[in-house]
Protein backbone atom coordinates (compact mmCIF):
# COMPACT_ATOMS: atom_id res chain seq x y z
CA UNK A 1 0.00 0.00 0.00
CA UNK A 2 1.21 3.73 -0.86
CA UNK A 3 0.54 6.22 1.72
CA UNK A 4 0.98 9.98 0.73
CA UNK A 5 1.45 12.76 3.10
CA UNK A 6 0.64 16.39 1.67
CA UNK A 7 0.30 19.84 4.25
CA UNK A 8 0.30 23.63 3.99
CA UNK A 9 -0.50 26.16 6.30
CA UNK A 10 -2.63 28.77 5.43
CA UNK A 11 -3.25 32.26 7.40
CA UNK A 12 -7.54 31.83 7.69
CA UNK A 13 -9.17 30.40 10.81
CA UNK A 14 -9.96 26.67 11.19
CA UNK A 15 -13.17 26.56 11.06
CA UNK A 16 -13.31 28.83 7.81
CA UNK A 17 -10.99 26.55 6.34
CA UNK A 18 -13.07 23.74 6.97
CA UNK A 19 -16.17 25.13 6.16
CA UNK A 20 -14.91 25.76 2.67
CA UNK A 21 -12.94 22.33 2.48
CA UNK A 22 -16.41 20.22 3.06
CA UNK A 23 -18.45 22.02 0.78
CA UNK A 24 -18.41 20.25 -2.11
CA UNK A 25 -19.55 22.54 -4.41
CA UNK A 26 -16.45 24.95 -3.77
CA UNK A 27 -13.66 21.89 -4.66
CA UNK A 28 -13.72 23.18 -8.41
CA UNK A 29 -12.47 26.55 -6.97
CA UNK A 30 -9.09 25.18 -5.31
CA UNK A 31 -8.46 21.81 -6.31
CA UNK A 32 -7.88 22.14 -10.27
CA UNK A 33 -8.85 19.12 -12.03
CA UNK A 34 -11.83 19.25 -11.37
CA UNK A 35 -14.31 20.89 -13.12
CA UNK A 36 -17.57 20.55 -11.31
CA UNK A 37 -18.76 18.63 -8.06
CA UNK A 38 -21.86 17.99 -6.42
CA UNK A 39 -22.95 15.78 -3.29
CA UNK A 40 -25.69 13.21 -3.57
CA UNK A 41 -25.99 12.27 0.32
CA UNK A 42 -23.91 10.01 0.18
CA UNK A 43 -21.21 10.18 -2.92
CA UNK A 44 -18.93 13.06 -3.99
CA UNK A 45 -19.71 12.95 -7.47
CA UNK A 46 -16.42 14.92 -8.81
CA UNK A 47 -16.16 16.21 -12.93
CA UNK A 48 -12.68 16.16 -14.71
CA UNK A 49 -10.91 16.76 -17.79
CA UNK A 50 -10.78 12.82 -17.73
CA UNK A 51 -13.96 11.82 -16.96
CA UNK A 52 -16.33 11.23 -13.73
CA UNK A 53 -14.73 10.23 -10.01
CA UNK A 54 -17.32 8.85 -7.50
CA UNK A 55 -16.38 8.75 -4.11
CA UNK A 56 -17.85 7.66 -0.57
CA UNK A 57 -17.68 10.16 1.92
CA UNK A 58 -16.62 7.78 4.84
CA UNK A 59 -16.17 10.73 7.56
CA UNK A 60 -17.10 14.40 8.27
CA UNK A 61 -16.51 15.08 12.12
CA UNK A 62 -16.93 18.51 12.42
CA UNK A 63 -15.34 19.03 15.96
CA UNK A 64 -11.84 17.28 14.96
CA UNK A 65 -12.62 19.02 11.12
CA UNK A 66 -10.88 15.77 10.13
CA UNK A 67 -13.06 14.44 6.47
CA UNK A 68 -12.60 10.98 4.94
CA UNK A 69 -13.26 9.34 1.70
CA UNK A 70 -12.84 6.51 -0.07
CA UNK A 71 -12.88 6.15 -4.26
CA UNK A 72 -15.40 3.69 -5.74
CA UNK A 73 -15.77 4.26 -8.99
CA UNK A 74 -13.65 6.38 -11.96
CA UNK A 75 -10.22 5.91 -11.61
CA UNK A 76 -8.14 4.15 -14.68
CA UNK A 77 -7.27 1.02 -12.89
CA UNK A 78 -9.24 -0.93 -10.26
CA UNK A 79 -9.38 0.32 -6.75
CA UNK A 80 -8.31 -2.79 -4.65
CA UNK A 81 -8.68 0.28 -1.42
CA UNK A 82 -8.46 3.74 -1.06
CA UNK A 83 -8.41 6.46 1.68
CA UNK A 84 -8.20 9.94 1.76
CA UNK A 85 -8.25 12.31 4.59
CA UNK A 86 -8.19 16.10 5.18
CA UNK A 87 -7.65 17.43 8.54
CA UNK A 88 -7.94 20.65 9.51
CA UNK A 89 -5.45 21.76 12.49
CA UNK A 90 -4.93 24.97 14.28
CA UNK A 91 -1.55 26.34 13.30
CA UNK A 92 -0.49 29.22 15.28
CA UNK A 93 -2.86 32.42 13.95
CA UNK A 94 -4.18 30.29 10.88
CA UNK A 95 -4.34 26.82 9.97
CA UNK A 96 -2.20 23.57 8.72
CA UNK A 97 -4.41 21.50 6.16
CA UNK A 98 -3.28 17.91 6.17
CA UNK A 99 -4.16 16.26 2.96
CA UNK A 100 -3.53 11.91 3.21
CA UNK A 101 -4.04 9.57 0.74
CA UNK A 102 -3.58 5.55 1.28
CA UNK A 103 -4.23 3.96 -2.22
CA UNK A 104 -3.66 0.06 -3.92
CA UNK A 105 -2.98 -1.11 -6.03
CA UNK A 106 0.22 1.31 -5.81
CA UNK A 107 0.19 1.63 -9.75
CA UNK A 108 -2.68 4.31 -9.19
CA UNK A 109 -0.27 5.92 -7.16
CA UNK A 110 1.72 8.36 -9.41
CA UNK A 111 -1.81 9.23 -10.53
CA UNK A 112 -3.42 10.21 -7.19
CA UNK A 113 0.09 11.65 -6.04
CA UNK A 114 0.09 14.05 -8.50
CA UNK A 115 -3.77 15.06 -8.59
CA UNK A 116 -3.29 15.38 -4.48
CA UNK A 117 0.26 17.66 -4.59
CA UNK A 118 -2.23 19.98 -7.02
CA UNK A 119 -4.81 20.13 -4.76
CA UNK A 120 -3.09 21.20 -1.34
CA UNK A 121 -1.53 23.70 -3.53
CA UNK A 122 -4.76 24.81 -5.17
CA UNK A 123 -5.59 25.28 -0.91
CA UNK A 124 -2.84 26.97 -0.58
CA UNK A 125 -3.58 29.12 -3.69
CA UNK A 126 -7.35 29.73 -2.72
CA UNK A 127 -6.91 31.17 0.89
CA UNK A 128 -3.85 33.31 0.04
CA UNK A 129 -6.71 35.12 -1.70
CA UNK A 130 -9.12 35.01 0.73
CA UNK A 131 -9.53 38.28 3.12
Not at 7 to 25: G, H, I, N, Y
Not at 97 to 117: D, F, H, K, N, W
Request: hydrophobic share 40%; proline share 8%; aromatic share 10%.
Amino acid sequence: MTTLRFDTQVKQDPDRVWAVLTDVSTIPEWFPAVQEAHFDGVHRHLRTPDGAVKALVVTKNDELRRFQYRFVEGLPLPIDFHLGTIDVLPDGDGSRVVYSQEILPEGLAPIVERAVSEGIAGIARYFATQP
